[in-house]
């Protein structure tokens, strides 16, 4: 199975391993991927790949997708859990990301009221402060953090910018209590670099990170499909209950899926 871009601005709804029945969104190009991070186990693969198409749809083309996806599964007395901005790429480097938010916490008052609305971020832009209100207006800011250290983040994650962990926990500070604390653990090997961010100075470092950062809700999970770098392997379930019980031990919520 390869990588896959999603084609359609609004697709599914899908069973999502953390998040239920997910109606997903993509404000990225439809045949190409846009982000700050280039992940090496991004299911869309990594960013050289689909470069020739970089439009965004309008913030008009989003409304028209959203409301007619959602009346027609609510016409189909179908249910959805989430409306989860996640797509190709990063989607809160769309310039009208805010707008588009508050659009759909419109519509889903309207359409679909039990239903959540989640943002899957990198962390790459919760700094400013018009996506940082966006992001704390949502039910589920869900924010990427895969490692307590610089340069495993820099070899994991591949950010297409000066990355340092302790700018993202100071970044982070407005959303104490109200985030969900995403990581992916996983292992492998890719260009000659070791990757692994389940050692005993990973972990460690990772929990005293999650305790300082006091999200509401902590997910981890390991890789479920295709991969662009192809010698990496996922982590155990049992690894990874291992990995949460301290935290839990204290009180986290955390979720695991493996």
Known sequence: ????????????????RRLG???????????????SFDCLYCE??????????TRLPTYEEFCEALESKLTE??????????????????????????????????LRRKLFPLAKVSVLTNGSRIHIPQVKEALLSVDNAIIKLDSAFDQTV???DRPQYKYSVAEMVKNLEPYKGKFVLQTMFLRGEH?????????????????????ELEPREIMIY?????????????????EMEQIAA??????????ISG
């Not at 390869?2 to 069973?15: K, S, Y």
């Not at 260009?191 to 305790?211: M, Y």
């Not at 390991?222 to 049992?238: F, G, Y």
């Open 21 to 35: 029945s997910s109606l997903g969104v993509n404000l990225l190009p439809r045949h190409g991927k846009v982000c």
């Open 1 to 16: 199975m390869a990588t896959i871009l999603f084609d359609q601005i609004v697709f599914g709804p899908i069973h999502s």
């Open 73 to 106: 599964i609510r016409n189909l007395n179908e249910r959805i859990d989430t409306i989860t901005f996640s797509g190709n790429g990063e989607p809160t480097v769309h310039p009208q990301f805010p707008s588009i938010i508050s659009e759909a916490l419109r």
């Open 222 to 238: 390991t890789i479920d499909r295709e991969t662009p770098a192809k010698n990496l392997s996922k982590v155990s379930v049992e």
């Open 191 to 211: 260009e000659g670099v070791v990757i692994d961010n389940t050692t005993p100075q990973e972990v460690s470092a990772w929990r005293k990170l999650a305790i």
């Open 44 to 53: 869309c693969g990594f960013n050289s790949g689909g470069k020739e198409d």
């Open 154 to 156: 820099i070899d994991i």
């Open 246 to 255: 301290p935290l839990k031990s204290l009180g986290f919520k955390i979720t």
